[in-house]
């Protein structure tokens, strides 16, 4: 879903400014626009730590022209593991200040506005009410809370965030969006009320690898700038849930627009009537429960040599099927397998893709590896697809192994 962007464009650009940014101004949804959407932006991220690290050094090199940091903790040795922006040296230094100097080295053309202090009902409204987006990489839900309903109040994005062990979710809250986005979400549309701390469930008695931190931290950054710029699907209502010991990505959908979804769109149940997302207590990082689940495949897994033999047969009138591109344009541009429809994810269940694929059609889906393929294909068949398969290794195998002229990426 399209939605508009919530900074207008800043200055122009400086020289140093296009030098340093040069590698961004090329990509068609930043350009020169977006990076001074960038220059007039204000984001506030919550917390110097694990999380914050990365969404910190990702926003400030990104060129994001002011960024509050929000910390009132000083640094400790147990720190450095995962809280990347230190070093030995900042070990009893105020968080924020410290973080504000590095990242003042890593891009002096931007503004960081170091806040020593701890949220409180007291100070979080004027602290919010400064800035374009919240950006939460705090530890505890009084917290989060707290600062979830002053965005709440005053109209602003929140992006959230969470890690524990081996793993992370990713989210973002935004209680009014505008109309293009449809019907927003809350954290309690997430955790119905406030879990209770519970101190064998934190980081400190728990453990956490630190380049999960990295991973969910780039999560919320990426979500940041699209945000401030209006470009890409954000995870509104969508939790993004990273098992760093299995290696795999998986959503949950939540909220209003999840109530009638596909069971595996939709969150997991809870005790609680109030919400049927994923419940957990002391931090916002739990296993989703068995019914969230991805299903096992609907139908087999084709062979790049066993999808060129039903091309040949369909080329003869033997077999009749559908070949769909699940990627996005860009890709395809690059590589396709000949005689294929593009129908793009987020376009799957629309009027057109229909037309293209009726539901008593055989389909055969295609993405880069597959696993954009994979996930297509199980929802299609949760959606009235019965005969659907996909292509193992995706394009990537199909030029390896039947067209190697063609190019890769």
Partial sequence: MTHPPIVSPGAALTPAE????????????????????????????LGAGGLGSPILTSLVAAGVGTIGIVDSDTVEPSNLQRQTLFSTADVGRQKAVAAADALAELNPLIDVVPLVTRLTSANVLALVADYDVIVDGTDNFETRYLAHDAAKLLGKPYVWGSVLRFDGQATVFWAAPPASLGQGVTV???????????????????????SICASIGSVMATETI???????????????????????????????AARGAAPRERAAS?????????????????????????????????????LKALLDARERGEQNFVLVD???????????????????????????????????????????????????????????????????????AWVTEIEPDKARY
């Avoid at 470009?231 to 290696?247: I, Q, S, T, Y």
């Avoid at 055969?364 to 959606?383: F, K, V």
């Fill in 270 to 306: 809870s005790s609680s009537p109030a919400t049927d997302t994923p419940q957990t207590k002391g931090t916002p990082v739990t296993q989703p429960d068995a019914s969230t689940a991805q299903p096992e495949p609907s139908a087999d897994r084709l062979t790049p040599a066993q």
């Fill in 326 to 396: 699940v990627r996005e344009p860009w890709e395809r541009d690059i590589v396709a397998i000949e005689g294929s429809e593009l129908i793009p994810m987020s376009q799957l269940l629309s009027d057109e893709a229909r037309e293209k694929m009726p539901q008593d059609d055989r389909v055969i889906l295609y993405c880069h590896h597959d696993g954009r393929s994979g996930q297509a294909r199980d929802y299609m068949a949760q959606n009235g697809w019965s005969n659907i398969s996909d292509l193992g290794g995706g394009v990537d």
């Fill in 226 to 256: 699209k945000l401030l710029l209006g470009f890409g699907e954000l995870l509104l209502g969508r939790l993004l849930v990273h098992d760093g010991l299995d290696a795999t990505w998986r959503e949950i959908r939540f909220g209003p």
């Fill in 18 to 45: 296009l030098s340093r940014y040069s590698r961004q101004l090329t990509l068609p949804q930043i350009g020169m626009d977006g990076q001074r959407r960038l220059k007039a932006s204000r984001v506030l991220v």
């Fill in 188 to 210: 309690r549309d997430l955790f119905a009320e406030e879990p209770e701390a519970d101190e064998g469930e934190t980081c400190a008695t728990a453990g956490v690898l630190g």
